[in-house]
């Protein structure tokens, strides 16, 4: 046994292979804090870098302008927000990766001058600059420091990198506006897991780096649908939780298998599907 959970403070905690540590009272799974110091202290220099064209260019590869592959769950959400905002909807979108979301909010009437970015690289603030032309910033979302107010903060695929994830959301706190609203679209701990177990089962223990994304900028934490309740003591209420549908856009011949396992996941209450996405309000 090791410390205390970095989430719930009680200190039932297991030490697993690569860093890895499992709160046994409410289920978090995330790297150990000596390794997170580690991981960050090489991560964050990359905020000093200037834009590698041949870098920009692998991005625009990575994420045509036309051919999003989440534009269904974007959509879907963006919907969802303007039917409570309407066209003055003020959104910030963190890690925008080429501010796709933002722009599923403008094709429904948001403004553009309401919509920004923030982000830790400078060559996906330049990929979106160059897509859509919605302002930005560099920055870390731990100690970023907005000049205005956000109806809405969005991290799809991000938090789950931050290592001070309760200054991140102390931060989130204070630049919504009040009934703001947080989504977060993150990996589920419980498969996370699962997948840890089965490959030392497998006698596969080297391959769990890459499957649970250990790498520097990787994943730091693993929240399931018990422990992401916790973030409600950062002044916010969960209003809604769920499991990110799959779309055949995103992940073609697999569709019909990710589609499958959602489904039993939905109807069985196995809590294992790999990504959910949480709406929070702030509250206070």
């Keep these: 046994m090791s410390g205390a959970c970095i989430l719930c403070k009680g200190e039932n905690i297991a030490e697993l292979s690569h860093e890895l540590r499992r709160c046994g009272a409410c289920g978090f799974l995330f790297v150990a804090p000596a390794e997170r110091a580690r991981?960050?202290?090489?991560?964050?220099?990359?905020?000093?870098?200037?834009v590698d064209p041949e870098q920009l260019a692998a991005?625009?590869?990575?994420y045509p302008k036309d051919s999003h592959q989440k534009?269904?769950?974007?959509?879907?959400?963006?919907?969802?927000?303007?039917?409570?905002?309407?066209?003055?909807?003020?959104?910030?979108?963190?890690?925008?990766?080429?501010?796709?979301?933002?722009?599923?909010?403008?094709?429904?009437?948001?403004?553009?001058?309401?919509?920004?970015?923030?982000?830790?690289?400078?060559?996906?603030?330049?990929?979106?600059?160059?897509?859509?032309?919605?302002?930005?910033?560099?920055?870390?979302?731990e100690t970023y420091a907005p000049v205005e107010q956000f109806d809405v903060v969005t991290m799809f695929d991000v938090l789950e990198h931050v290592d001070n994830f309760w200054l991140a959301l102390q931060t989130i706190h204070h630049m919504l506006t009040p009934d703001g609203r947080l989504i977060l679209k993150l990996p589920n701990a419980n498969w996370a897991y699962l997948k840890y177990r089965l490959m030392h089962a497998l006698g596969r223990e080297q391959t769990i780096p890459f499957y649970l994304y250990l790498t520097p900028g990787g994943h730091l934490n693993y929240w399931n649908h018990a422990s992401i309740k916790y973030l409600e003591t950062a002044g916010f209420t969960l209003e809604r939780f769920e499991y990110a549908r799959p779309s055949r856009q995103q992940f073609g011949r697999q569709y019909w298998l990710r589609m499958l396992g959602w489904q039993v996941d939905r109807l069985l209450g196995t809590q294992l599907f790999p990504e959910f996405i949480v709406t929070f309000v702030k509250r206070g």
């Design 71 to 141: 534009k269904a769950l974007y959509a879907r959400y963006a919907t969802r927000l303007m039917a409570e905002y309407g066209a003055s909807i003020r959104a910030l979108d963190v890690g925008a990766s080429g501010g796709f979301f933002l722009q599923e909010l403008e094709l429904r009437g948001a403004l553009k001058e309401h919509l920004r970015t923030l982000e830790v690289e400078p060559k996906y603030l330049a990929l979106t600059e160059e897509y859509f032309g919605y302002q930005g910033a560099i920055g870390n979302i």
């Design 59 to 62: 991005l625009r590869r990575k």
């Design 39 to 50: 991981q960050q202290a090489s991560f964050h220099l990359i905020s000093e870098q200037t």
